[in-house]
C-alpha cells in the first residue's frame, strides 16, 4: 500500500531550477530518506523503499554523501569485536 502527497510549487521555481518534476520528487525522496535513516527512524532497507533504489544503490549513495552505513559510538564497536573475537576463540 503506498500513500500519495500533493505539494504545490511556483512554476517560476520550477524553471528557474531547470529541473523537471520527476527529478525533485526524486531528490526529495533520496533527501528524505538520507535524514530518516541518519536519524534512525527508517532501518537501511526501508529507507532504499522510499528512496526508491535498491540496498545496494542506497549504501552507494549514502556513501557519495558521506553519510556512515554503519554508526557505532566507539566504546560499542569495540565491545562488539571483544565479543566476536570470544565467539571465535
Known amino acids: 500500500m503506498e500513500t500519495t502527497f ?4 511556483p ?6 531550477m531547470n529541473i523537471d518534476a520527476n527529478e ?7 533527501e528524505y530518506g ?21 540496498l545496494y544503490e542506497f549504501v ?3 556513501t557519495l554523501s558521506a553519510i556512515p552505513v554503519i554508526d557505532y559510538a566507539s566504546d560499542d564497536l569495540e565491545n562488539e569485536l571483544k565479543q566476536l573475537s570470544d565467539k571465535m576463540l
Open 6 to 9: 500533493t505539494i504545490s510549487l
Open 11 to 16: 512554476e517560476s521555481v520550477l524553471q528557474s
Open 24 to 30: 525533485i520528487i526524486s531528490d526529495m525522496r533520496k
Open 34 to 54: 538520507f535524514k530518516l535513516y541518519k536519524t534512525g527512524k527508517l532501518t537501511l532497507i526501508q529507507a532504499a523503499e522510499l528512496c526508491g533504489v535498491s
Open 60 to 62: 552507494s549513495l549514502l
